[in-house]
């Protein structure tokens, strides 16, 4: 196939092979078993929502409450099973090996939230509490679903002395001023049983205050929607000078500016989904302006890069139904209805997890040019 690919000259060839790469890819073959019921073999597990695991059989979606769920087996990460099969056991150094290697190292963030949900119970089954409190933390800080905080890691706290009381105190703190709702009243919950007092948790000041609302005034007055996991470059700490004005200048409709600001950085591989989206985008608003068809290949090669470079075991990137949403926009402008309608199918089922794509989805009504739904069109 790599082969293949090099020999085609064309950007409409090299596109079409590489969708015909996409759109033939395996299905997975997931498997769950509730409590008091047989297993469900060759299902396909779609994600978490509203303390529900969504998946799909022959006979069509359905959802079951994770509490009533006995086995799980996830057929591209088969090291989640593992661990909690592990736990169960009581055989939990062997468990906390094979969870932090699924919280670490998947890119699907609701099969993150699971194997994070287990491993701060298995931490805090260790008596390590600093560790279970990181991991809690940054459950909240990514709006996990409220199954995942359901069980805090307090029985380790008995043994945690004053240091450690206060490491995990400034692990909370440092995400509490960014949750919201119910997040937030479990941290504070949190954190009254871990300092031992009734007060209100005291607000913070944030040292990098000015650079999120500089952020957030970028984001507000947008002439594009970007994905949340772009609009998170702009709030980053410690980064070179100059290496995310390409999203300020996107976000400002400079499409050409954008690109050359963003060139430099292409030929380092870190955050390299975030930089070729950025790119693509700005490819799509000049062929958007053009209506040029060579200008909408360029963009969905960009595009696609996202798409079969990390999407690999079916461990997703962020960045990667967005893009898929791309590249069925762009068919749809060269006339391909055909490649539109599947590749829009497969990034309804992705962006149905609104957490994962809390901006996205908007761009989703735009392409199929429908009105938001109301109960969407929030801030």
């Known amino acids: 196939m790599l082969k293949q690919l090099m020999t085609i000259q064309t950007p409409a060839a090299l596109l079409s092979c590489c969708l015909a790469v996409l759109l033939a890819l395996p299905s997975h073959a997931d498997s769950l078993q509730r409590e008091g019921f047989p297993l469900i073999d060759g299902v396909t597990l779609i994600g978490v929502k509203d303390g529900q695991l969504q998946y799909r059989t022959a006979a069509g979606d359905r959802a079951v409450d994770l509490t009533e769920i006995a086995t799980l087996s996830i057929d591209s990460v088969p090291e989640f099973k593992a661990g909690v099969d592990a736990m169960k056991k009581g055989e939990l150094r062997?468990?906390?090996?094979?969870?932090?290697?699924?919280?670490?190292?998947?890119?699907?963030?609701?099969?993150?939230?699971?194997?994070?949900?287990?491993?701060?119970?298995?931490?805090?089954?260790?008596?390590?509490?600093?560790?279970?409190?990181?991991?809690?933390?940054?459950?909240?800080?990514?709006?996990?679903?409220?199954?995942?905080?359901?069980?805090?890691?307090?029985?380790?706290?008995?043994?945690?002395d004053e240091n450690q009381k206060t490491r995990i105190g400034e692990q909370i703190m440092a995400v509490v001023k960014d949750a919201k709702g119910e997040h937030r009243k479990l941290l504070r919950a949190y954190h009254r049983q871990v300092v031992g007092e009734d007060a209100p948790l005291p607000e913070i000041d944030d040292p990098a205050g000015r650079q999120v609302t500089a952020a957030n005034d970028t984001k507000a007055k947008s002439k594009v929607i970007l994905p949340q996991g772009v609009w998170k470059m702009l709030e980053l700490k410690n980064q070179p000078e100059g290496k995310w004005d390409a999203i300020t200048l996107l976000s400002q409709g400079d499409a050409k500016a954008s690109l050359e600001a963003i060139k430099p950085w292409l030929s380092n591989p870190g955050d390299l989904p975030e930089k070729l989206f950025i790119r693509g985008l700005a490819q799509l608003m000049l062929a958007d302006q053009a209506k040029d068809e060579k200008l909408y290949q360029d963009a969905g090669l960009t595009f696609m890069r996202i798409v079969i470079h990390f999407d690999r075991n079916g461990q997703a990137h962020p960045l990667v139904a967005p893009a898929k949403l791309e590249v069925a926009y762009i068919h749809k402008q060269i006339g391909r209805e055909d490649i539109y309608d599947r590749l829009l199918e497969q990034v309804f089922l992705a962006l149905d997890e609104a957490k994962d794509y809390p901006e996205y989805r908007k761009r989703y009504y735009q392409v199929i040019g429908e009105e938001v739904p109301k109960e969407e069109d929030q801030p």
């Not at 963030?109 to 949900?117: D, K, S």
């Open 94 to 160: 062997s468990a906390q090996r094979s969870l932090e290697n699924v919280w670490g190292g998947s890119r699907v963030q609701w099969i993150r939230h699971l194997a994070g949900f287990y491993l701060v119970q298995v931490y805090d089954q260790r008596g390590e509490p600093v560790d279970a409190a990181a991991v809690y933390s940054k459950l909240a800080s990514e709006s996990a679903d409220l199954h995942f905080l359901s069980k805090a890691p307090v029985a380790s706290l008995s043994e945690a």
